[in-house]
């Protein structure tokens, strides 16, 4: 059976710590017109490549993204060549800057607003950093707040506060490297807080005020919204990786064990354990397999978890966006699967909580029920806000403009 050609395709790939995921989308209609995404082709492999959100073995990070490739591309019956990449990591650093321009001719044009977002990005950063994005979060035309798009309106005084992402220059361009060596070209490097975000909030809560915490293998990464923008960014180095070693080291099991008891049969409350029945445990070396019930696993689990959403609160409330989130915290990623944590959120953040699962994209259902493929669902819907057909949101039609130039540098460099 031959292949099709891919240009009019969607690609995403979420090179996470835990695992490659590789989709492929087409735009499809819908009835309001904006065009919906269909997924018809989705590739996973484990990762090995990666420690916490970075690269730190190539070889196998092009194997497992080769690998999660090649899956998708067999089920779409397509050859991809160029896709949206997600990049995290604790080198990722956020801050929120302001920019002013004079408006000339007394109606502020296109080209205001691109000089205004270049003010406000004209910062002085490290040298081994480089901009991933500028977001605008609102515009203030002559001291008149919360202006989405100024064009066309009467003014002498332009203001844009925008929210910038920065990251290492060496995390950056060895992902490129990794993604280019499985013949692929990298379209966008897109934060995968900003894509697991677009892919399980609702507009009212990002107008709200709102919090979404991704758990993944390696990081936690948040990004907190109000008033429809982006207003703070952080990566919190503790995530499933560390439960899975913490029960390793507690119960003295290889950690590929650890890893599926925890998925099997892990519970972050063991006040929620019901059924405490006994797990097997396979030992190192010659040991004998031990018996262990469900409510010591919990309680393993538990001071781990309650670290890293205390480790939230602090960020949030550092950054002084903890009273914005009156819409509460949405959690996804892999670890959102875990039974128990959202009341152990709610507990320790004392806002409502709800899970977080991928939506605005049909085609294939696994998708649409796992939390583990929020940061790959994002990336299609970054892409498709690429798309010069159909709506675009002001935010990403800047972020695009921009991650596009920061892009075009970065590939000047290798
Ligand atoms: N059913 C489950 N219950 C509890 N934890 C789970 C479950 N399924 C997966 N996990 C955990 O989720 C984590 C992987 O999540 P995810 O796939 O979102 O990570 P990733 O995107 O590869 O990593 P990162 O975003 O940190 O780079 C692992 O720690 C894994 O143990
Ligand atoms: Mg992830």
Redesign the pocket.
Known sequence: MSRRATAEYLVSL?V????VAAMIGELVASPNGTGRVRVIGLGTAP?RG?K??VVVNIEHTVDSIRRAVEAAELMANCRVRAAHVGI?GSHIKSLNSVGVVPIRHREISERDVEAVIEAASALAIPADQQVLHVVPQEYVVDGQEGIHDPVGMSAVRLEAKVHMVTGTLSAAQNLYKCVERCGLTVEKLVL?HLASSDAVLSPDERDLGVCVI????????IAVFKGGSIRHTAVVPI???L??SDIAVAFRTPAQHA?QI??KY?CALPELVQNDALIEVPSVGETPPRRLSRQMLAEVMRPRLEELFRYVRKELHRADVYDLIAGGVVIT???A??PGILELAEEVLEVAVRLGLPHDVEGIEEITRS??YS?GVGLLLFAKQQKPVGTRSLSHASVGNWAGKVQGWLKGHF
Do not use: F, N, R, Y
């Not at 996470?16 to 695992?19: H, N, R, V």
């Not at 991704?214 to 990464?221: E, H, P």
């Open positions: 979420d996470g710590t835990s695992k990762m990666l916490k959100g995290t995968q991704d758990i993944g293998g390696g990081t936690t990464d995530a499933g990786d439960v899975t890893e925890k998925i892990g990623g892999g670890v699967q875990t939390p583990a940061t």
